[in-house]
């Protein structure tokens, strides 16, 4: 299988998108650390048509976004239309409202989802869900997270990983990883380091105590197209930096 592309998160960077020269000045920054793809998240209100523009100006791949679930449900016309603008055929929802949660939540989230999906499948799209380490909570032996991807057809619904919240919620990510061959286009890269006061940080990638070696072969044997770096918190560091620090550690591993 071919290796997954480094892209940026621009989730990390979201203090810098407010505006359309916020935008083309993130994104310059972020192509010029080396990555060639983003994820789309966090922005402010900008206008989608102005953000094409930018993204065709810079030269960088918008490989996926992340969009509130009610967007979809009420809105997606047009969340379809912004992402044929970007050329990007990954939508995702970064995580589900608070009334979600829960398995009444998943249940409705269930019910909700087919005509979403099928919707997006037919404009040659693939909906994935981020998790994070409340998904994990376990009922009969099994997680909600495991539930919904056993509910849901794959037709409708992929999955992105997310490596630190799968380690926060007590679990390997690399077995989580290989748990779903083939319904993987997005993989969330973030690593985790603990501190003396037994706290537990966001890392830039291999700076922190996550087994890189084997979730990126992981990675790479379920077919993952885009491995997406997102720190939600750099503390004292610039976010760029911490960007540009993860991108170079993960091309000494192998990735672009």
């Not at 989730?11 to 650390?33: C, G, M, N």
């Not at 770096?229 to 540009?244: G, H, I, N």
Request: net charge negative; glycine share 8%.
């Amino acid at each position: 299988m071919a290796k997954p592309v480094a892209g940026a998160q621009l989730y990390t960077v979201r203090e810098f998108t407010k505006t359309i020269p916020d935008v083309a000045r993130t994104l310059r920054k972020v192509k010029d650390i080396g990555y060639t793809a983003v994820q789309i998240s966090g922005f402010g209100p900008v206008d989608p048509k102005e953000v094409a523009k930018v993204v065709r100006d810079v030269g960088i791949d918008v490989a996926a976004t992340h969009v509130g679930w009610p967007r979809f449900l009420n809105d997606l016309d047009a969340v379809i239309e912004e992402h044929k603008l970007w050329n990007c055929r990954h939508p995702a929802v970064g995580g589900l409202p608070g009334e979600y949660r829960g398995f009444d939540g998943l249940k409705r989230f269930l019910d909700e989802l087919p005509p979403v999906g099928e919707r997006l499948a037919a404009e040659g799209m693939a909906f994935s869900y981020h998790n994070h380490s409340h998904e994990l909570v376990k009922k009969d032996g099994k997680t909600w997270l495991e539930m919904l991807y056993e509910q849901a057809a794959p037709k409708h619904l992929k999955a992105e990983i997310d490596t630190y919240w799968i380690q926060n919620g007590g679990f390997d990510p690399a077995r989580w990883i290989r748990k779903y061959p083939g319904r993987q286009p997005l993989l969330h890269l973030k690593d985790v380091r603990v501190t003396f006061n037994n706290e537990r940080q966001f890392a830039e990638i291999g700076e922190g105590n996550l087994d890189w070696a084997d979730i990126l072969k992981a990675a790479e044997e379920v077919g993952v197209e885009y491995a997406l770096v997102e720190q939600d918190l750099c503390y004292e560091r610039d976010p760029f930096e911490s960007l540009a620090i993860s991108y170079r550690n993960l091309k000494a591993m192998g990735l672009r």
